[in-house]
C-alpha cells in the first residue's frame, strides 16, 4: 500500500485535499483507481488509512494506523562525506533500517567537500531521499539530518552507547550489547579511514572502538550493516 507524507495535521474523518505531487503518482506512476486505500501520515509521526476520491483529488482518512514500523529509540549515525552515490545510497537505507538521525562529518580523509551554499541545496535533496525511503518502508516518522560537523562538534552527543567503527580495531571487539530504547551513536569513516590522530580525538569524546567484521568494508557497506546489526536490538 503506498503511503505519503502530507505537510498538515491530520485527524480521523478528515477531508484531506492531495497536493499535485501525489495525485501525479496516484493517476500516471501507480496507475490508481478511484477509491483506491493509501497511507498518509503528517510530519507529527500521525498516520491514517484514506480512501481517494472518485477524481483521485481528494482523501477521507478512514482508520488510525496503530502498527507502528518506527524503532523504539535513537540511532544516530554519524556518517563521513563519501561520493553523492554512495551518500545517498546510505540515507536511503537508513532510513528504511530505522535510524533517528544522520549527522553529516567531515574527516581530513574525505574526498568530497561542499560548500555552505552546496550544502544548503544536499540537504534538501537528502530530506527528499529520507522522506522517499521513509514512505517505501511505511515509517511513520522522518529522520533528522544535519551537518556537515566537524569531529570537535560531536562533544554535544550524549547517547548510551557512543561507537567509532575503526578498519583496525581487532575483530574480536564487536558491538556492544544493549538493552531496549537504549540510545547509540556510530561512527562510520571516508573511504580513506581516519587517522590516528582522529580515533584519539573520538576516544576522548567518549566513543569505543568496534568491529564489524575481520573483512575491511567499504563506508556505505559498513554504514548499512551497522544499522541492521543496531537496528535488530531493537525491533
Known amino acids: 500500500m503506498q503511503q505519503y507524507f502530507i505537510d498538515q495535521h491530520l485527524a480521523l474523518n478528515e477531508q484531506v485535499k ?4 501525489i495525485q501525479f503518482h496516484l493517476k500516471n506512476v501507480l496507475k490508481s483507481k478511484p477509491h483506491t486505500t493509501i497511507r498518509l501520515v503528517d510530519f507529527h509521526g500521525n498516520g491514517f488509512f484514506a480512501q481517494v ?7 477521507l482518512l478512514t482508520k488510525p494506523i496503530t502498527k507502528k514500523s518506527d524503532i523504539a529509540t535513537d540511532i544516530t549515525l554519524i556518517m563521513s562525506l563519501i561520493k553523492k552515490e554512495k551518500l545517498e ?9 530505522g535510524v533517528s ?17 552546496d550544502m ?5 535533496r537528502f530530506a527528499t531521499i529520507a522522506q522517499e525511503a521513509a514512505e517505501t518502508s ?13 569531529i570537535p562538534q560531536l562533544k554535544d552527543i550524549h547517547s548510551d552507547h557512543k561507537i567509532l567503527l575503526y578498519e583496525n580495531t581487532d575483530q574480536s571487539v564487536q558491538l556492544p550489547k544493549m538493552k531496549h530504547q537504549q540510545s547509540v551513536s556510530v561512527i562510520v569513516g571516508p573511504e580513506g579511514g581516519f587517522t590516528q590522530e582522529e580515533v584519539a580525538h573520538f576516544e576522548l569524546l567518549g566513543f569505543q572502538q568496534a568491529s564489524l567484521t575481520h573483512r575491511v568494508l567499504r563506508s556505505e557497506t559498513a554504514a548499512m550493516m551497522a544499522m541492521t546489526l543496531l537496528g535488530g536490538y531493537y525491533d
Open 18 to 21: 492531495l497536493n499535485k505531487d
Open 101 to 117: 538521525k544522520i549527522i553529516l562529518l567531515h574527516a581530513s580523509r574525505c574526498v568530497v567537500s561542499f560548500s555552505k551554499k
Open 138 to 150: 511505511h515509517r511513520l516518522t522522518l529522520p533528522k539530518i544535519i551537518g556537515p560537523l566537524t
Open 120 to 124: 544548503e541545496k544536499k540537504l534538501l
Open 53 to 59: 476520491d472518485q477524481n483521485i483529488e481528494n482523501a
Open 89 to 97: 545510497l546510505v540515507i536511503a537505507k537508513a532510513t528504511e533500517l
